[in-house]
């Protein structure tokens, strides 16, 4: 007897998929496409999931514009380009003048943000080696830089190196 009193005691009231959702905007901000997939996995109706989602919504619990300004900083803190910033918002279905509308905020030099990443990667030296030069461009493509600031950033790295000389 004593078992089937534990087992009723381990079992616990589900929450509610507002409560749930609610938990998860506590640790950060979250999209609504991002709430919604939580909450489908967590076995929730769509119905349940999309009402709680537009009651915190309301409640400004969930704000799209706010969780975009938050990926943006925290991108930009990882040392992430404009169009890898813009594919991830994207990915998060966010309208595209709204994207543009965060980045833009932002306020961002990235040819500065480039070349601090190459100088984090790879050290202050420059190089002349083409090969070199096009593995450092490949890595600030795959971080979501636009070609234009690559190539004047991997060029401006030769150039230095010239005037040092």
């Known amino acids: 007897m004593k ?16 409560d749930k959702a609610l938990g998860l905007l506590v640790r950060r901000e979250h999209s609504q496409r991002e709430l919604q997939a939580k909450l489908r996995q967590g076995g929730y109706e769509v119905g349940e999931a999309t009402a709680a989602i537009g009651r915190l919504g309301e409640q400004h619990y969930q704000d799209e514009q706010r969780f975009a300004q938050a990926l943006v900083r925290s991108r930009l803190s990882q040392g992430y380009g404009p169009l890898r910033l813009r594919a991830e918002l994207k990915s998060h279905a966010m309208p595209a003048a709204m994207i543009r509308e965060c980045i833009d905020a932002a306020d961002i030099d990235w040819d ?48 230095a190196d010239d005037l040092d000389a």
């Open 112 to 159: 500065e943000v480039a070349a601090a990443q190459l100088r984090r990667r790879y050290g202050g030296a420059g190089t002349k080696d083409p090969a070199e030069r096009a593995k450092r461009a490949q890595f600030l493509l795959r971080r979501g830089f636009a070609a234009a600031t690559v190539r004047s950033v991997t060029h401006a790295e030769v150039d």
């Open 3 to 18: 078992r089937r009193d534990r087992a009723d005691q381990d079992e616990k009231p589900r929450r509610s998929a507002y």
